[in-house]
């Protein structure tokens, strides 16, 4: 049974959140926006009316999510109340705390959320390390944690490439997430993946060590503004390989497309490689591959913001990208995340999906300084 103190946390936190949220502000805001919808000729700029669909939308889940917060926590302290008088179990009232802190926590971890692109989609490709076979299944495992991450919190995962392994497992994959703050939680998985295990493909059953490297961009949309230059781009088209029917394999649906890269602030080139196989259309894989791209180039201009941003501020951050953030060992039952110091036995569960606690104790720990 739940104590006075704890349900004062509860009402305390909702009441915090109110002040965070400005939740008074953006009753009116979202007033004043959909009234702005309402204009004579509002659709006749498709672009325009999409981006405020798009802000009246992100006003009513804000307001929409404490609306629950508060209700959970009115309907908790009413519990609280009725247990005293033998009307409910302390069982129920337990269940409408867990309820309430888990509402609590859900709203309080978006907040921390606040960059422009973290409400975004995400695009996560995953790459296998040296090691041969025992690397690219170890990559293989990392893709099936994702989706079913994915999966299990009601997102769309779409994979646009994958290259199979040579024996087993894959070398390198890309996973499109598509849903609301996709990518401000997966931002905490940018970095290499550790794995330590009995190989399965290792002879003498020694413990082996792998490495896998995630790298997590926005999926940019059409209301995003990002300047790519036609003259740099190039293609090259090939048959798709894998499962997938006869078609997959003898017409040209695979394009690659390859970008002449010129860093606007060192001058420096590279080329941008992007494959895309999702569909056996080739003009449909050729339209993703390109909201690849501007999803990679809007996510240097990111990059090139957040350095600027660390100068400034002398940020004392402990992550930085590409670096080892997290060891899975699979013959202690351990994994451990190398930046929150935060750590499970439940190896098993991680696997499947279950990563939303190493998510949040990273955006506890860093989220302010995002």
Known sequence: MITAEQLKEVKDRTAQLHRYLNIDSKKIQLEEEQLRTQAPGFW????????QMKLVKGLEKWIK????????????ELAFEYYKEELVTEAEVDEIYSNAIASIEDLELKNMLRR???????????NSGAGGTEAQDWAQMLMRMYMRWAEENKYKCVVSNVLDGDDAGIK????EIEGDYAYGYLKSENGVHRLVRVSPYNAQGKRMTSFASVFVTPLVDDTIEVNIEQARISWD??????AGGQNVNKVESGVRLRYQYKDPYTGEEEEILIENTETRDQPKNKENALRLLRSILYDKELQHRMAE????????RKIEWGSQIRS????DRRVKD?????????????????????IKAYLMEFGETE
């Open 328 to 331: 899975y060992v699979f013959d």
């Open 65 to 76: 999510g404490y609306a629950e917060v508060k209700s959970l926590t009115d309907e908790l």
């Open 309 to 316: 941003q660390a100068k400034v501020e002398a940020s004392k």
């Open 237 to 242: 088209t090939f048959r798709s390989s894998g």
């Open 172 to 175: 390198s994959c890309t996973l």
């Open 44 to 51: 006749d700029d498709q672009k325009k009316a999409e981006a």
């Open 116 to 126: 422009e692109e973290d409400v975004m989609s995400a695009v996560l490709k995953i």
């Open 338 to 358: 190398h930046r929150t110091n935060y750590q499970t036995s439940d190896v098993g569960g991680v696997m499947d999906g279950k990563i939303d606690a190493f």
